[in-house]
């Protein structure tokens, strides 16, 4: 009833190729500027086995939320889809996984848009850690005052993105060495499976379009059309950075989270590496702003529904933004950034906090799809074969699988505890 008010409020104006453009946007993102480098730190040269296999599971995976997205077109993405098939209870946890995991996540784009002109200014820790404290608060600054990114800078933002890893492509291939590949596995078959897990970081991004697939051209047929063509272009992209990134051996001691500038930098020196890192700069900011913003607004809604703090639905008094959220990801910011600093945890261990969010939540959308695909051929074994590789990928996560684990919990003891409060309130 309400999706079909919704869909007659909106004029189908979005072809397939601006679909494509999308897709891609959402999914290649900072994953591009931090990813390459770490895997290839992990796993050596066979790391690229690991992109080579999840470029191919991921399509699976694409398929379901894009089928998903143009049966059930909901601002909600994942969250939604796992309400309609689950009920509430379990689609509130997958608005909690999302919440908790932009806390951390926005301190990694911050350090990851830092570290870019660490290597050019051979900074230390400290300069990094306050570079990036001033590019978060840049980000909440902006959030505050409600001046989000405009559909247009973020096209912007995309085209960046597309050029950079273009010519990081073109630039390493004259200085490729096959002498890299070698050995090819240092670390051994489980350190592939625990870079696959990593990667999962990379291919994040296709539930978010999915608010607007109401406004898709024909949206049964190019929502799928839309995917596969992203996924094609995606997967080579990644391989294709990933690839020389182990050929030119752009990894290692404290340049693997700015790989992508030390590649650049091979043909065009210190000025290809202010070009990559100003841009990093402009991705990062992009990046955080657009999560800080929708993570800020899932803690309102939760306050409003009774499942988060009531301080978490406070709002500006003269913007209306969101600042009690706003304000529990700045102290959840201040804490991760000072775990940062001490040292208590590195950088890529760091990570797979939010990564495991991530995978809980597609868990998640994977299970609902099984349930709400069923008279789809397609959909049906899509989400089953994405569920199977997202169970299966799982116990790789290690220690920060437990993660989600520990907010399904909270969530539980949070709504039985409300539950109690409620029914002793009529006899006080």
């Given at each position: ?330 102290i959840s910011f201040i804490v991760v ?54 169970l299966g990928l799982y116990p790789f ?32």
């Amino acid at each position: 009833m309400n999706q079909d008010s919704t869909k007659s409020a909106f004029r189908q104006t979005l072809s397939l190729p601006q679909i494509v453009a999308l897709y891609i946007g959402a999914v290649v993102g900072s994953g591009i500027l931090l990813i390459p480098g770490l895997t290839a730190d992990i796993a050596g040269p066979a790391s690229i086995v690991a992109w080579l296999v999840m470029s191919i599971l991921v399509i699976p995976m694409a398929i379901t939320m894009g089928l998903l997205s143009a049966r059930h077109p909901h601002s909600g993405g994942v969250s939604h889809f796992v309400r309609l098939a689950f009920g509430d209870r379990f689609g509130n946890a997958v608005g909690w996984f999302f919440l908790l995991a932009v806390p951390i996540g926005g301190p990694i784009l911050a350090v990851t848009g830092a570290k870019y002109f660490a290597i050019l200014m051979n900074w230390g820790e400290v300069q990094t850690i306050a570079v990036a404290a001033l590019i978060f608060f840049i980000v909440l600054g902006m959030n505050v005052f409600g001046l989000h990114v405009a559909g247009k800078v973020q096209t912007v933002v995309v085209s960046l993105i597309m050029a950079i890893i273009l010519l990081a492509i073109g630039t390493a291939i004259p200085h490729f060495d096959a002498k890299n590949f070698s050995p090819f596995m240092p670390n051994g078959w489980l350190s592939v499976m625990q870079t696959a897990v990593l990667l999962f970081w990379c291919f994040i991004g296709w539930e978010a379009v999915t608010h607007l697939s109401q406004e898709f051209v024909n949206p049964q047929k190019n929502a799928i059309r839309g995917v596969l063509w992203s996924a094609g272009v995606v997967a080579l992209l990644y391989f294709g950075v990933a690839f020389l990134t182990v050929g030119t051996h752009s990894y290692g001691q404290q340049i693997s989270g700015a790989s992508l500038s030390v590649m650049v930098q091979l043909t065009l020196g210190p000025i290809g590496g202010w070009i990559v890192a100003v841009t990093a700069l402009f991705i990062c900011i992009a990046s955080a702003n657009a999560y800080v913003s929708a993570a800020s607004r899932i803690a309102y809604a939760l306050s409003q529904e009774g499942i988060a703090p009531k301080w978490f639905g406070l709002l500006h008094p003269r913007y209306q933004t969101p600042i009690g959220g706003l304000a529990f990801i700045t102290i959840s910011f201040i804490v991760v950034l000072y775990v940062l600093a001490s040292g208590l945890i590195s950088f890529s261990q760091l990570i797979q906090l939010p990564n495991a969010t991530f995978f809980a939540t597609y868990i998640g959308g994977c299970l609902a799809g099984v349930r709400l695909l069923r008279d789809s051929r397609l959909g049906h074994l899509c989400a089953w074969i994405s569920l199977v590789v997202s169970l299966g990928l799982y116990p790789f996560l290690g220690w920060s699988g437990l993660y989600p684990v520990g907010i399904l919990v909270l969530v539980n003891v949070w709504e039985w505890k409300k539950r109690r409060m409620s029914l002793r309130a009529p006899t006080t």
